[in-house]
């Protein structure tokens, strides 16, 4: 079993901190290689160009699988309630600074719905899903059906706001079809793949765990020093 960690009963899982903290790396290296080519310091066509789209979709795809998965494995009894609702204030403050940091210095691509505002979203939806491993996976299903059959615009329900959000945003996650990927991580929290924690004897290093523990906190931190560092070296290559 999973190595118990606090009287609530939710277990630290390493499968799970390993995804975690692999999509954190793949994230850095992502925005790093994308704040050289928004200074033009790399000729480099991310996000659109061939293999940059499929990685972000990878990156996404296991923030929002451990999320998911995360639900069941935090909350394994009876909801803490107080618990959740700080979890989800950090978040809606997260998003809200995100927003407001975007909105100042990127006006015309500010983010309104990036990935902290869609796992808020997604986390207060699924939450009450997470002891259902059938009918989360049929949430699952019927989700990515609705996105395949093209029955919403890609910006639903943004494409009501129009007139008040920009045509580009610097990061967007669509409802259809990635609120599909945390009912899928629910289920596989049910699987015996999560729940026998095949990587929990391996002794991984210590780093990816901190890396899982503190993605938060580095996802909002590290833009602000990746564009300082690539600002400061252009200067220094103008100068």
């Not at 499968?15 to 992502?30: G, K, P, Q, W, Y």
């Not at 979709?57 to 009894?77: H, N």
């Not at 699924?126 to 609705?146: G, V």
């Amino acid at each position: 079993m999973p190595v118990k960690i606090n009287s609530t009963g939710s277990y630290r899982n390493a499968t799970l901190d390993l995804l975690r903290a692999s999509a954190v790396v793949l994230m850095l290296i992502f925005h790093f290689i994308y704040d050289l080519k928004f200074f033009s310091l790399a000729n480099v066509d991310i996000p659109s160009g061939a293999g940059w789209r499929e990685l972000r979709a990878v990156i996404v795809s296991l923030f929002l699988i451990t999320m998911g998965a995360s639900l069941k494995l935090a909350y394994p009894m009876e909801l803490d309630r107080r618990s959740f609702l700080v979890k989800m204030l950090t978040l809606a403050i997260s998003a809200l600074l995100v927003s407001l940091a975007s909105y100042i210095f990127i006006k015309e691509h500010w983010i309104f719905f990036g990935i902290i505002h869609f796992i808020l979203l997604a986390s207060m939806l699924a939450i009450n899903f997470r002891h259902s491993a059938k009918i989360s996976l049929s949430i699952a299903i019927i989700l990515l059906a609705i996105d395949q059959l093209n029955i919403f615009p890609s910006r639903w329900p943004f494409n009501y706001m129009g007139n008040w959000l920009p045509v580009k945003t610097n990061d967007f996650v669509a409802i259809f079809p990635w609120l599909a990927l945390p009912f899928i991580g629910i289920w596989l929290a049910h699987q015996i793949v999560i729940i026998n924690d095949p990587f929990r004897l391996c002794r991984l290093p210590k780093l990816i765990n901190w890396l899982s523990r503190h993605s938060l906190i580095i996802y909002l931190l590290h833009q602000p020093i990746f564009l300082s560092l690539c600002y400061g070296y252009k200067q220094y290559l103008t100068d």
